[in-house]
């Protein structure tokens, strides 16, 4: 073969080769100044990950000396793993001090039922106590933390504020205020993203384990920002540690995270959207939700035509698909499109055109507060049911103090 040609073709060869590497390089460049990936080694090795949370970030350089010769004191459960897996007890116990555990609701494995008594032990495996906050009491003792100097928090919330992790985070932080504890909370994503803002604002009256603060029912914050939120009040020496990669606009399946059942009814990433929609159906007698809160119906709901209305009124991201179950009609909810879901505006236009159908029992204050209220946060919700006042009757009765909370939360917000 002619000299010529065999070094023409290699020139060509060679050419492609670095035009090839020229434009992965300027990709690479490119995924990092939008900052896409977050790069960090760990085992010797590489770990690729889109969102680092606060717990693998805890014993870096940067936060180390928070926690250093300090005795440690864990709110956590099953939830409490980072970026690649590992839990946070397992991370600290190797090179701190943890000298004790807290759960909330569920246990430290998250596997015991919604509102069943939990107990505190021993740890099998790390020999210290794991202290229930769902049992004999729901706030920490003073005997329970006299061996602490510092509260870490590093639990999953879902972004609902009757999910009831922040209520029980809410009681460990006025605790460290009593008794001049630090806390320091470790950033999680909010599952439900952080523009999604939905609900009425808790009132004082309704406080509640349900609701501890005067936030929406879908708040659209983190639970470090909640924190900070929250210490507007409380004043305890709080630290938060925040997230890499994390923005506002994410829900959580653009995280790269697994997601790790937050408790037993919440198994998926669906049922965590679909909670706020037919959980605030609890209290309510005839009616119910199953299937991990995917599902709503009852005896005498007529679901043909409750169906037909929601699909007439065109909620967005939603369908609805009828799914009778023994003797109960009902309905399954199917999330066609988790970014323009609201799942609390559609359980409001399922519980008002449910009533409108079938006359809801709505419970009403006999001197006790109800659960639906408590849920609420208010018993507006309820009067406005029972005078079968419409969906957007109702959603219109919480717009002005919502745009209220919008404004007040924008100084506690971690991210853009």
Known sequence: MNSNLLKSKFFVI???????????????????????????????????????????????DKYNNL???????ILTNQTGVNSNGKHIIDVLQKDY?????????????????????????????????VYSLYGETRRP??????????????????GVRYYTYISTMYYVMETAKKYNKEVIVLDRPNPLGGYLIEGPILEDKFKSFLGVDNIPIIHGMTIAELASFFNRNINCKLTTIPMKGYSRDMLWMDTGLEWIPTSPNIPTIESCFSYATTG????????????????????????????KTLHDSSLPGVSFA?????????????IDDYKTFNPLLTG???LANANRTMDLNIPKDNGQIPIFDKIMGTDKISKLLINKKSPNDIINSYLYSLEKFKKERESYLLYK
């Open 14 to 60: 060679s050419l492609i080769s670095i035009l090839v590497l020229g434009i992965l390089l300027t990709y690479i460049i490119n995924s990092k100044s939008k900052n896409y990936l977050n790069v960090e080694k760990s085992d010797n090795s590489i770990t690729i990950n889109k969102v680092l949370l606060g717990d693998d970030l805890i014993t870096t």
């Open 67 to 73: 926690i250093k010769d300090k005795k440690l004191g």
């Open 97 to 129: 001090n943890v000298t004790a555990l807290f759960a909330p609701e569920h246990g430290l494995n998250g596997l015991a039922p919604a509102g069943e008594y939990v107990k505190s032990y021993i740890h099998p495996k790390y020999n210290v106590p």
């Open 141 to 158: 003792s003073e005997d329970m933390i006299e061996n602490i100097d510092t509260f870490i928090i590093d639990i999953q919330d879902i």
């Open 280 to 307: 605030i159906s609890e209290g309510i007698s005839g009616i119910g939700m199953d299937d991990y809160f995917t599902w709503f119906g009852g005896k005498n709901l007529n679901s043909k035509e409750l169906v």
């Open 322 to 334: 009828i799914s009778n179950k023994e003797n109960k009609s009902g309905f399954r909810i199917i």
């Open 348 to 350: 409001i236009y399922i």
